[in-house]
């Protein structure tokens, strides 16, 4: 695969694989400028994510303001997992207000712009891709007791398991926020041509608005909490007016484990 980089004026992002992480939400990790040992952490703001799901392809629309309240300018790196086969369709962040995007460009040029802008003092972002599982993008300047908002979309096909829908999105990482957040929000509309029976998430109390056997609305939203565990929800689709639906998982050795699924029609 070509190496690419996303570039826009004023905003530079770098971006590479690191195989030996887990799942884990966008977060910026702060570098320490010259003669500083150690910085607070970042707090993050708000996080809220909006998902539409149209018969297996899921699209996955993030934003984040991260809060600096270091009383220095710092240069951070902003790390964010993607799934397995997920491609990036978005990419932004906020400049004195305004919404930059970026623009694909060949990583070498990239990067040369990204030494240029930083050398020069500007705002920069630069994003090379190595791969498209899991991002480590730098992000300079996040201003002195001031804000970054964060702005990223990606696409997914999910899989069926015997008419079993998974969809999860990494949250746990929030914990790691300097103060609880002010508000966190998950919006989730499903599509399918499939009739839906079950819809259940194991990790979140949330409000399900069905529209027919076929659209329905999850949303899960809270305010002043530290997120410590991913969002993961379930749909389960069937022809017959009775749906049930087996999923089974057992690893090496260890005992194993199953969810059953029993709707009737709608």
């Known amino acids: 695969m070509g190496k690419y980089a996303m570039i826009g004026f004023g905003l530079i992002v770098s971006l590479l694989v690191i195989s030996n992480l887990g799942y884990a939400d966008g977060f910026i990790i702060p570098v320490p400028p010259p003669g500083v040992v150690r910085v607070p952490p970042l707090a993050i703001k708000y996080h809220r994510v909006s ?23 710092l240069e951070g790196t902003y790390i964010f997992p993607l799934p397995k086969g997920a491609n990036i369709t978005d990419f932004a962040m906020y400049i004195n207000g305004e919404r930059i995007s970026g623009e694909l460009l060949e990583s070498d040029k990239a990067r040369s712009i990204y030494q240029n802008i930083v050398n020069q003092m500007r705002d920069p972002a630069l994003l090379e891709y190595f791969d498209r599982d899991l991002f480590k993008i730098r992000v300079y300047p996040i201003p002195a007791h001031g804000e970054k908002r964060i702005q990223l979309e990606y696409s997914e096909v999910l899989k069926a398991d015997a008419g079993v829908v998974r969809y999860h999105y990494p949250l746990d990482t929030e914990k790691f926020s300097a103060r609880p957040l002010e508000d966190v929000s998950v919006a989730v509309t499903i599509n399918s041509q499939q009739p839906m029976k079950s819809i259940y998430s194991p990790s979140h109390e949330v409000a399900i608005d069905r529209k027919g056997d076929h659209q329905a609305t999850v ?17 389960t689709v069937s022809e017959k007016t009775f749906g049930a639906n087996l999923l089974t998982y057992k ?10 699924m029993l709707a009737p029609g709608y």
Do not use: W
């Open 51 to 73: 998902v539409e799901i149209d018969d297996l392809v899921a699209r996955t629309k993030i934003d984040q303001v991260f809060v600096n309240e270091f009383n220095r300018d």
């Open 219 to 235: 949303s899960f939203e809270d305010a002043h909490i530290v997120p410590d565990k991913d969002f993961v929800l379930y749909y």
């Open 251 to 260: 690893k090496t050795q260890h005992d194993g484990y199953f969810m059953l």
